[in-house]
Structures are given as structure tokens and as C-alpha cells.
């Protein structure tokens, strides 16, 4: 139903910033939940960030807390995560998800309330 992907991966030096953006294929996206997981080479995929519909509510992993910042604009379907201060530990592919459900606000964190995934994009941090 809805179709996401995510762009403005790429090679960027420590204490460099990036800008990722989720775009959606369809305006149900605005009522949506979002939130951005990561997975590392050799690693489980991991919680990062995630905004309610409205964008009233947000959630940060304690690792990317301070550093990175979620938004979205519903008018254009598409939801941001600014990274700053990046880190090599950072380096991963990040996923885009959406949530329709009425638990998210219980378990914004867990992957399981997400029923919308983007490809990924690839990040690298160097040192």
C-alpha cells in the first residue's frame, strides 16, 4: 500500500553531517508513524529515531541522541533524519518504516509496529 525510499546516503568524514529523506508513494503516509532503523555489516538492525504522524511525539536511541534529528513534512510525503557529529560507529545501511498502528505509541522503538520498509540507504563514516 504504501512504497518507501530512502535517499542522501553516502562517504562522509567523522564529525561530517548528512541529510536522509523518506519519501512515500502515497498521501495515507501523513497519518503514519515513521522511523529510521540501521544495520551495521554483522550486525542486528537497530532502532534510531522515530516521529509520530502529527510529528508531536519523537524518540531517540541514546547513541544518536543529541546528534540526530527527525522531522517530516506530510505535504510532501516525506520524512527527514539530519545526522550530525557522525561517528564511524554510525556507518551502516539506514531503513525507513512506517507504522500504522494504534501501539506505536507503546513500542515506538520495536521493528515489530512497522509494516512499511524502504530499500535502505548506505552510510559511511570514515575516520
Known amino acids: 500500500q504504501v512504497q518507501l525510499v530512502e535517499s542522501g546516503g553516502g562517504l562522509v568524514q567523522a564529525g561530517g553531517s548528512l541529510r536522509l529523506s523518506c519519501l512515500a508513494s502515497?498521501?495515507?503516509?501523513?497519518?503514519?508513524?515513521v522511523g529510521w532503523f540501521r544495520q551495521a555489516p554483522g550486525k542486528e538492525r537497530e532502532f534510531v529515531t522515530a516521529i509520530s504522524w502529527s510529528g508531536g511525539s519523537t524518540y531517540y536511541a541514546d547513541s544518536v541522541k543529541g546528534r540526530f534529528t527527525i522531522s517530516r513534512d506530510n505535504a510532501k510525503n516525506t520524512t527527514y533524519l539530519q545526522m550530525n557529529t557522525l561517528k564511524p560507529e554510525d556507518t551502516a545501511v539506514y531503513y525507513c518504516?512506517?507504522?500504522?498502528?494504534?501501539?506505536?505509541?507503546?513500542?515506538?522503538?520495536?521493528?515489530?509496529?512497522?509494516?512499511?520498509w524502504g530499500q535502505g540507504t548506505r552510510v559511511t563514516v570514515s575516520s
Open positions: 502515497a498521501p495515507t503516509f501523513s497519518s503514519y508513524a
Open positions: 518504516a512506517a507504522s500504522p498502528s494504534s501501539r506505536w505509541y507503546r513500542m515506538p522503538r520495536s521493528p515489530l509496529v512497522y509494516n512499511y
